[in-house]
């Protein structure tokens, strides 16, 4: 996998993954997104604008049953769009009864690599069927990286203290990819909405390749019903790069922002 699949990888597993519900309850399951939500990120190298990612799900009905269409997408512009060119989506389909997918797709574009696969998810085999690797087993309620996320935007994050570790199985680049997210308190940040009190994060990820220590990339999530990305910094070896919320659409709950 190459240096901006990499970087795709944990931009757009944490760009939804911390959008997680509010409240469960033994009437009624809620959900933290709604028909029609959207986000938009500006990526950007210091003063430089490196392309955009977006969000996006749509809800259907199919066969009696409720699903929903995500689907998560990142372009480059401007100067990097004539350097080094970036066209990648990830799309999935999800049960919302279970919040497990049935299907998933996986279309990388990236200056001259590229990399297709769509996979279905067999859960009474425990197995997922690819395009590329054919018949695979994996653990139970394995999921693919969008269709984690959502699930974990109902199931996880809450009560947790400070240092506590969240760990998600997905399948992902032709195998297993274990997602490990650790909370690190509270801090509020000044954005282009105003100041957000929010959750820090920061993703256990592997040092030697891209990142120097494990605690190389930073997650801002806005402390209000919604539970926003609001913004993702990556500390490289050659500099950061950010991903900032710019726009955001059909949220399900107000967004709490302090224009003061």
């Known amino acids: 996998m190459g240096f901006f699949s990499k970087i795709n990888l944990y931009c757009l597993s944490v760009l ?4 997680h519900a509010i409240a469960q309850s033994d009437e009624q399951k809620f959900f933290a997104f709604k028909d029609g ?28 049953g409720k699903y929903f269409h995500a689907i998560a997408s990142g372009y480059s512009t401007g100067i990097t769009d004539k350097l080094f060119k970036v066209r990648d989506v990830y799309e999935t389909y999800v049960d919302m009864e279970t919040m497990l997918p049935v299907k998933a797709v996986r279309n990388i574009q990236e ?19 690819s395009k590329r690797k054919g018949k695979v087993s994996v653990p139970e309620r394995t999921m693919d990286i969008l269709s984690a996320v959502y699930y974990a935007r109902n199931n996880h994050f809450k009560n947790l203290n400070q240092g506590d570790i969240i760990t998600l199985e997905t399948y992902f680049d032709d195998g297993m990819f274990t997602l490990q997210i650790r909370y690190k308190g509270t801090e509020t940040i000044k954005s282009n909405f105003g100041k957000i009190n929010c ?29 926003l ?28 922002v302090n224009k003061k």
Do not use: C
């Open 111 to 129: 200056d001259t690599y590229k990399y297709y696969d769509e996979v279905l998810f067999n859960r009474k085999e425990n197995a997922v069927i």
């Open 16 to 19: 939804l993954l911390f959008n």
């Open 229 to 256: 990305p609001v913004r993702i910094q990556f500390d490289l070896f050659v500099g950061s790069i950010k991903a900032d919320l710019v726009k955001y659409d059909n949220l399900k709950y107000n967004f709490a």
């Open 37 to 64: 939500e959207s986000l938009q990120y500006l990526v950007h190298f210091g003063f430089i604008d490196g392309g955009y990612a977006m969000l996006k799900l749509t809800a259907f009905d199919m066969n009696g």
């Open 199 to 227: 959750l820090k994060f920061s993703p256990v990820v592997e040092p030697g390749r891209i990142f120097d220590t494990q605690d190389d990339v930073t997650i801002w999530i806005s402390n209000d019903n919604n539970f």
